[in-house]
């Protein structure tokens, strides 16, 4: 089925500990973003990703890191997990830059103890 | 970028009409109005988006006033199922990242 996958759905991680959240899409899509949502909040942007080879800072960027070597994977990377950065992880493509009808993945639930 | 002011929470019986209310006065000339929803904890799913004209799709309605400074999103025909967070963006159609606000929490009840 064509859509956003992301792996793993629930995860938990000691203080210091580094893991990579997958995220890959068969659309064929230019642009992904990875986004953290807190309990009772708003989603906000940590990275992003105009085309193979192109990443860029969204508003929360301390703490992760990111690599978009093909079109298809976008992987989120927490070099060392605080527990800060307890969340719900979402990653979401579309066609280009801005364009309306966003896809949305289900989501990657981290804690972090 | 343009910010949107939203209820935090509304109520709408099931099978009325909901009728979610967005303020977006600093919107400019080139940027949309967008609407997503996220049922429980899945992701945003995408609803509708206008520039000027009022829109319909087979989910939602969307009008926006002459002046774009607030536009109202309905639901025709609300089913327990569009229990869900409501988010109303603005932005232009390249080069924007989307910035979800807290949105509206709407709750169909039986």
């Known amino acids: 089925n064509a859509g956003v996958t992301q792996t793993p759905k629930f995860q938990v991680l000691k203080t210091g500990q580094s893991m990579t959240l997958q995220c890959a899409q068969d659309?064929?899509?230019?642009?992904m973003s990875w986004y953290r949502q807190d309990p009772g909040m708003g989603l906000r942007l940590i990275h992003y990703?105009?085309?193979?080879?192109?990443?860029d800072q969204g508003e929360v960027p301390n703490g992760y890191n990111v690599s978009r070597s093909t079109t298809e994977d976008f992987p989120l990377r927490l070099l060392s997990a605080a527990p800060s950065q307890t969340s719900v992880y979402f990653c979401?493509?579309?066609?280009?830059?801005?364009?309306?009808?966003?896809?949305f993945g289900s989501g990657t639930r981290l804690t972090v103890v | 970028d343009a910010k949107t002011t939203q209820p935090p929470s509304m109520d709408c019986a099931e099978g009325r009409a909901a009728n979610l209310p967005c303020n977006h006065s600093?919107?400019?000339?080139?940027?949309?109005v967008y609407w997503y929803r996220q049922i429980h904890s899945q992701g945003p799913q995408y609803i509708i988006h206008?520039?000027?004209n009022n829109e319909t799709n087979e989910m939602a309605s969307l009008i926006i006033t002459e002046d774009r400074k607030s536009s109202t999103l309905i639901l025709p025909h609300a089913t327990l199922r569009d229990t869900a967070v409501y988010y109303c963006?603005?932005?232009?159609?390249?080069?924007?990242?989307?910035?979800f606000g807290p949105g509206t929490r709407l709750s169909v009840l039986p």
């Open positions: 659309m064929n899509h230019e642009y």
């Open positions: 206008g520039l000027k």
């Open positions: 979401a493509s579309s066609y280009s830059w801005g364009a309306v009808g966003y896809t």
């Open positions: 990703s105009v085309g193979a080879g192109i990443t």
């Open positions: 600093t919107i400019s000339g080139n940027e949309y």
């Open positions: 963006i603005v932005g232009g159609n390249y080069g924007q990242n989307f910035v």
